[in-house]
């Protein structure tokens, strides 16, 4: 299996960093960034992430199974994820998450018709100190108000991407 | 060892070596501190929170598995708070355990059950539905049942940590949580079935033993597996005379508690469907059933013709009967029919070793040494293969002990994974790669060597040579093939020795030298199969065979009479390693007889039952002790564990003939023309191959 020129020297970064009896300590962060390029863990994957940390396919397998950010299924274009934990929660998580529910006609881990969206419901995604936020990708919103996730939801159902949806403000981090 | 500690659990003073986790030194004081994910021997995993236990002076209660005893500690394991808390662990696992104890194998003696008995979580506060998941069957051998698995995790430990498979794992998380098999839907392992055994309840099932019966109606004998020579002791589970399982749970012999699939599952060949029941003579051509009075006489007269003519007699013996057959078999031989002509298949040489070490004592390694030595090297054996039991005291030595493994064979092993040296060399010229091995060796502190049929007769002397000028303690393992390959050769089934290594005066023919000979008058052949890939030159030569099942050498025969299997005698076996162990008859096949009672019936039927004496294994036995140099151990300690015999502490002189020592290699689903007729080691590699 290939992989961009990126990606590959990226790997090889994380393969280099750890002891050699150790490479199997890059197999999370190898599968992190893998999945980005191929959309989803698939079996070829898991296979190759094996071969390079020299680990065994049900080693790897059980790394996908446990934990939630690995994804077996491809997510939409943008992926919308909603903190719903104490912080958030207390100053209406639960309200955005449920009006993106009905705004997008979506659920939990599902992905919109077009493909551009897929929502997830998350535990506690380090933003706290300016709840309730909402991930989209690698990137954060803070203080989301209703107005703002409808607006931001909008935009992406229309094509727009993040950074041209101008009046709702993202943290890049 | 650690200095020790003095340290209080439920009032009473107790000591034990400073960092020893508290539920092992609970433990042996007396008291039991319960675990489900605990498992001795293998790492830590503090998953279940069973054995829970109030410390003085710590916050909370401590999980005993993972907290090192240290000196001061006080202890209650029996508190209202930590019967409390168990109960409440109990409630938790039983959340999604289904209540299906009656039609499950392991009611009766599941840990589960036993604990919900003794703590009491017989009311539940959970209502939610539990979770199912449906029953997979992932080799002919193992099944899984998720819904009842506790998620202790003993056997992804027992399959990764002792087997050096790693066929398990676990995917998903929290209570979705499942143990899966290496293959995505099935299975690719050595099929050893740890996994289930070790299973504190009914999660892992065998395919040999699930739905058979209840655990309480069997009788459990332990004996010895009768496969290869490492001498695993298994008890297998008997109910109407018929065995249902193996295993090995109490730890009693050599083994412990390991087992491979042959001594697990591989019992099976005796309730085959092709087993003889009848003796059989050849009427016009073809095989007849007979009377045993009419076989045994027919087989006497010949026999007397034969002695009275001075023709020629040939004796093949075999690689699994007991010492007991094989002494009387060849008093019946030298002394019954005045013939030295005398063999069985050699598969390794044991005599050359016994000869190297003359003058020397404890040189021969023992099963334990393999556990306990501080370096063990591989010399032309696959052991995790060829001896798995032996494979497996080496990854627990690496374990335990950080023992040094070094390996020159021809192809990759599977102790590379924990040794420290590796070599290849080609078959036959693994001695070469030695001199780059012999300053890291000479560093050690002792050394085994064991190594396989590519090494004999003089490159046994030259390892033996090489072994001593290393300037350590070394001991040694010839192996060998079967069950008691080694006591064929003790026993003297061999045409140039008498037993216990006394070279015999009158050199008699051997095993190949007898099929070869033209004017062979009869041949006797007991639990051998020597015309697999051989013929019988001489076309009318008498042939006689005793054995389980119409092989290619019973189909030659003019009279074939039906054996017991090893599980249905008593008697006793000696193992690669020279350790004499008991076998105890465990079950019954109407029609047959055991080879020391064919043999002493032969013998009566010729009227020279006074020369034989009675055919009671204890009696024969006795007669071994007397004469046979390093068999002189009373049967009791024979009983209760496995005693290394001392062979002769001399030299031996003769040719050990190296030209007839040929292993069959048999890997971990072959086992010599038996595994042909076990159901359970041949599905396994039709299985395989189906793939």
Request: proline share 4%.
């Amino acid at each position: 299996m290939t992989f961009s020129p990126e990606l590959e020297a990226r790997f090889e970064k994380f393969l280099a960093k750890y002891p050699a009896d150790r490479k199997r300590s890059a197999v999370i962060p190898m599968l992190v960034y893998a999945q980005d390029e191929t959309e989803a863990i698939t079996q070829e994957l898991i296979e190759e992430v094996a071969k390079r940390c020299g680990v065994t396919q049900l080693q790897v397998d059980e790394v996908v199974g446990f934990y939630s950010m690995l994804h077996k299924k491809p997510q939409g274009k943008f992926h919308v994820q909603i903190c719903t934990n104490i912080s958030c929660l207390l100053v209406g998580g639960a309200e955005l998450w449920e009006q993106a529910c009905k705004k997008t006609g979506i659920g939990h881990k599902q992905n919109s018709a077009d493909g551009r969206i897929s929502l997830e419901e998350v535990e506690c995604i380090g933003a706290c100190s300016w709840a309730p936020a909402v991930q989209v990708n690698y990137d954060f919103y803070h203080f989301v108000t209703p107005g703002q996730l409808d607006k931001l939801l909008d935009g992406l159902a229309a094509g727009k991407k993040p950074e041209e949806i101008t009046d709702v403000k993202k943290v890049s981090c | 060892m650690a200095d020790l500690v003095k340290f209080t659990i439920n009032g009473q003073e107790l000591e034990a070596p400073a960092g020893m986790l508290l539920i092992e030194a609970a433990k042996q004081n007396g008291i039991e501190i319960p675990s489900f994910c605990y498992y001795e021997g293998y790492s830590l995993q503090a998953a279940c929170r069973m054995c829970l236990v109030e410390v003085e002076r710590m916050p909370k209660m401590q999980v005993a598995c993972t907290l090192p005893v240290s000196a001061g500690m006080v202890v209650r394991t029996e508190t209202d708070q930590v019967n409390a808390a168990r109960k409440s662990t109990l409630e938790f696992l039983l959340t999604n355990h289904p209540l299906d104890c009656p039609v499950c194998d392991k009611g009766g003696e599941c840990e589960l059950q036993d604990m919900v008995f003794r703590y009491g979580a017989g009311e539940s506060r959970y209502t939610e539905t539990k979770i199912h998941v449906d029953e997979q069957q992932w080799s002919p051998v193992v099944f899984y049942d998720a819904p009842r698995c506790i998620l202790c995790f003993r056997c992804v430990r027992a399959c990764d940590e002792g087997m050096g498979v790693s066929a398990l794992g676990v995917i998903n998380r929290g209570a979705m949580s499942l143990i899966a098999p290496n293959k995505g839907d099935h299975l690719e392992c050595d099929e050893c079935g740890q996994c289930i055994d070790i299973c504190p309840v009914g999660a892992l099932t065998s395919g040999a033993y699930r739905y058979q019966t209840r655990p309480w109606e069997m009788e459990h004998v332990g004996t010895i597996c009768t496969h290869c020579s490492d001498g695993c002791k298994t008890t297998l589970g008997v109910r109407n005379d018929e065995i249902v399982r193996g295993n090995n749970r109490d730890r009693s012999g050599v083994n412990g508690e390991f087992l491979c699939i042959k001594g697990r599952y591989g019992f099976d060949f005796s309730e085959h469907a092709d087993r003889l029941q009848s003796p059989m003579i050849r009427v016009n051509g073809k095989l007849e059933e007979v009377s045993w009075s009419k076989a045994l006489e027919t087989i006497s007269k010949k026999f007397a013709e034969v002695k009275a003519k001075g023709g020629k007699f040939g004796v093949i013996g075999s690689n699994q009967t007991t010492n007991e057959e094989n002494y009387y078999l060849q008093k019946f031989a030298r002394q019954g029919l005045g013939t030295n002509n005398i063999d069985h298949h050699r598969t390794g040489d044991v005599v050359t070793l016994v000869d190297a070490l003359s003058g020397t004592t404890g040189r021969l390694a023992k099963s334990v040494d393999f556990y306990e030595g501080k370096a063990v090297l591989v010399i032309g054996a696959d052991l995790a293969v060829e001896h798995p039991f032996l494979a497996f005291q080496i990854r627990a030595n690496f374990r335990h002990h950080e023992a040094h493994v070094y390996a020159v064979t021809a192809e990759t092993v599977r102790e590379d994974l924990v040794a420290t040296r590796s070599v290849r060399a080609i078959r036959g010229e693994e001695l070469s790669a030695l001199e780059g091995l012999r300053e890291a060796l000479a560093a050690e502190k002792d050394l085994v060597i064991v190594f396989g049929d590519s090494i004999k007769g003089d490159k046994v002397r030259s390892l033996v040579e090489y072994g001593q000028s290393l300037g350590i303690p070394v001991s040694y393992c010839a192996l060998v093939d079967y069950s008691n390959s080694r006591g064929a050769i003790d026993m003297g089934l061999v045409p140039e020795l008498n037993p216990g290594f006394h070279a015999s005066n009158v050199a008699g023919a051997t095993i190949d030298e007898l099929l070869a000979a033209n004017d062979l008058a009869a041949l006797w052949v007991i639990g051998s199969n020597p015309l697999e890939k051989a013929k019988v030159a001489a076309s009318k030569a008498f042939v006689v065979v005793q054995d389980l099942f119409l092989t290619e050498t019973a189909q030659r025969a003019d009279v074939v009479l039906p054996s017991a299997s090893a599980y249905e005698k008593n008697g006793t076996v000696t193992n690669g390693c020279g350790e004499v162990q008991r076998l105890k008859r465990a079950s019954a096949t109407m029609g047959t007889k055991t080879d020391l009672e064919i043999i002493g019936l032969i013998a009566k039927e010729m009227g020279l039952a006074a020369l034989m004496g009675p055919w009671l294994p204890e009696t024969v036995y006795a007669e071994i002790r007397k004469n046979v140099k390093g068999y002189d151990i009373p049967l009791p300690l024979v009983t209760i564990g496995a005693q290394q015999t001392a062979p002769v502490n001399g030299r031996v002189g003769v040719d050990s003939r190296p030209d007839l020592i040929r292993s069959s290699h048999d890997n971990l689903f072959t086992s010599g023309t038996l595994g042909r007729y076990s159901t359970v080691l041949n599905s396994v590699i039709e299985g395989r191959q189906s793939r």
